[in-house]
């Protein structure tokens, strides 16, 4: 399987070494070529601030709802530490707060959007998913764990169907190394400069649920119902025979959308 063109694209300890984030996401990267997942190596390291590990392959890449994330040669896949949560921001608000950082970053590259909670997703397609971790204090004191996976120059194959990824869209292959930069410039951005009012209207302008049918399994049923709005905590309000519910995680497809 061919996966580049140019290799000069690819994520590189060099290449990345010449590049330097503007904030503090990033203000330390560290690289490796394969790891089993970025978060099991994150938590080896010294905590501070948005230290990121970033590899080029995952062996056991993990995905939300204890999924596995399909890691191989193209993607980009790294984890950063929040130990010090922005006091702008709820900490159940931080993963909202990062997908609108990663939203705007692969924005410039490709017209996405956000499904909720955190996909970004291209013309009915998933091209990027993040996932949040917390860990116990006496783990490893305390700290937001954000893990995030570009489909950057992978090529899928059908048995991932709902899968896409920006090479495959935009039809030209990106430099991994540019675009990691863009997007933990962004997420720098959107969570040490931007209020969580501003916050979620971006994200509301941004996120196809809301105004859509939607799916989902609520309190153990398959239910069905109108995505009306996305709440000030992250949370889905679902307008389902004539009740309004809130809902806190788990999946939802969106009618026309990858379910
Ligand atoms: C999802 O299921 O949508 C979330 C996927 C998150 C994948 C990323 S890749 C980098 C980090 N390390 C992992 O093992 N998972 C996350």
Same mark, same amino acid.
């Given at each position: 399987?061919?996966?580049?063109?140019?290799?000069?694209?690819?994520?590189?300890?060099?290449?990345?070494?010449?590049?330097?984030?503007?904030?503090?996401?990033?203000?330390?990267?560290?690289?490796?070529?394969?790891?089993?997942?970025?978060?099991?190596?994150?938590?080896?390291?010294?905590?501070?601030?948005?230290?990121?590990?970033? #590899?080029?392959?995952?062996?056991?890449?993990?995905?939300?709802?204890?999924?596995?994330?399909?890691?191989?040669?193209?993607?980009?896949?790294?984890?950063?530490?929040?130990?010090?949560?922005?006091?702008?921001?709820?900490?159940?608000?931080?993963?909202?707060?990062?997908?609108?950082?990663?939203?705007?970053?692969?924005?410039?590259?490709?017209?996405?959007?956000?499904?909720?909670?955190?996909? %970004?997703?291209?013309?009915?397609?998933?091209? #990027?998913?993040?996932?949040?971790? #917390?860990?116990?204090?006496?783990?490893?004191?305390?700290?937001?764990?954000?893990?995030?996976? %570009?489909?950057?120059?992978?090529?899928?194959?059908?048995?991932?169907?709902?899968?896409?990824?920006?090479?495959?869209?935009?039809?030209?292959?990106?430099?991994?190394?540019?675009?990691?930069?863009?997007?933990?410039?962004?997420?720098?951005?959107?969570?040490?400069?931007?209020?969580?009012?501003?916050?979620?209207?971006?994200?509301?302008?941004? #996120?196809?649920?809301?105004?859509?049918?939607?799916?989902?399994?609520?309190?153990?049923?398959?239910?069905?119902?109108?995505?009306?709005?996305?709440?000030?905590?992250?949370?889905?309000?679902?307008?389902?025979?004539?009740?309004?519910?809130?809902?806190?995680?788990?999946?939802?497809?969106?009618?026309?959308?990858?379910?």
């Amino acid at each position: 399987m061919q996966v580049y063109n140019d290799t000069n694209n690819r994520l590189s300890k060099k290449a990345l070494s010449a590049l330097k984030s503007k904030g503090i996401i990033g203000s330390s990267v560290f690289f490796y070529d394969e790891l089993s997942s970025t978060f099991d190596k994150i938590r080896e390291l010294p905590q501070k601030d948005g230290l990121t590990v970033v #590899c080029a392959k995952q062996t056991n890449g993990v995905g939300r709802l204890g999924r596995s994330w399909e890691s191989t040669l193209g993607g980009v896949y790294f984890s950063f530490v929040i130990k010090n949560i922005p006091p702008a921001f709820e900490m159940q608000f931080i993963t909202t707060v990062c997908a609108l950082g990663v939203c705007r970053a692969l924005s410039k590259y490709v017209p996405c959007h956000i499904k909720w909670p955190n996909d %970004i997703v291209v013309n009915g397609k998933k091209i #990027c998913g993040i996932l949040t971790k #917390c860990y116990a204090p006496s783990d490893v004191a305390g700290a937001l764990y954000v893990g995030v996976g %570009i489909n950057a120059n992978n090529n899928f194959s059908s048995s991932l169907p709902y899968a896409s990824s920006i090479k495959a869209v935009s039809g030209s292959e990106v430099n991994e190394n540019a675009l990691l930069l863009d997007v933990l410039n962004s997420i720098d951005d959107v969570l040490y400069s931007l209020s969580a009012e501003d916050v979620l209207n971006e994200y509301r302008q941004k #996120c196809i649920n809301i105004g859509k049918e939607v799916s989902l399994v609520y309190e153990r049923e398959e239910i069905q119902g109108v995505c009306l709005n996305i709440l000030k905590d992250g949370s889905m309000e679902v307008l389902s025979q004539a009740k309004k519910l809130i809902v806190n995680s788990g999946e939802v497809s969106v009618k026309g959308i990858y379910s």
